[in-house]
């Protein structure tokens, strides 16, 4: 957590990037922990923020699952990407976020540039996984929200052949079947 040994320890010569028996690197831990300064400071040093650990998450990804919205705008802020392909699932940070109901997160993915339509291999985007994965209840449907005014298209289905409305309809969640039915496209 010390930004300050940093650059004492690439002076040193040590590997920005090295890794754990995970994959991990040091740029990992800091998103890991929620030390966005130190993560800032390990990219200024060399650390590469689009590797991916042994699980095929990247620094914005793991600040997206904990629900850190400090850390992910450090990371942003320092180069690294809301765009990336992660996780076994080839999903991405806002698909992750937005099946947590991190709503902030979502809001700051957005921002950062996520793909909003992106399709994992489960054949679900960041919309359905907020519907199907979520309970209903206001984090979710400030997800589902801010993907609709974001211009998510709520439009593309599932493998089943069902929209993310039909989905929130079948679950009872009157919130968001109203948002995705308002967006209607």
Known sequence: GSVDDIGQLR????????RDSNGRTPLHVAAFQGHGSVAQAR????????????QRYDAVTIAAVRDDVPTLKALLASGASAKLITSIYDG????????????GVVRELIR????????NNLGWTALIEAVILGDGGSRHTETVRALVEA????????????????????????SMASILSQAGR
Not at 11 to 18: E, R, V
Not at 43 to 54: C, E, K
Not at 152 to 174: F, V, W
């Open 43 to 54: 990219i200024a040093a060399g650390s590469d923020p689009g590797l991916l650990d042994n």
């Open 11 to 18: 002076q040193q010569g040590a590997d920005p990037n090295a």
């Open 112 to 119: 950062g540039g996520a793909p909003l339509d992106h399709v």
């Open 151 to 174: 211009d998510a298209n709520p439009k593309i289905p599932d493998r089943s052949g069902m929209t993310p409305l039909q989905h929130a309809e079948a679950r009872g969640y009157a």
């Open 92 to 103: 991405t940070a806002l698909i992750a976020a937005a099946h947590l109901g991190h709503d």
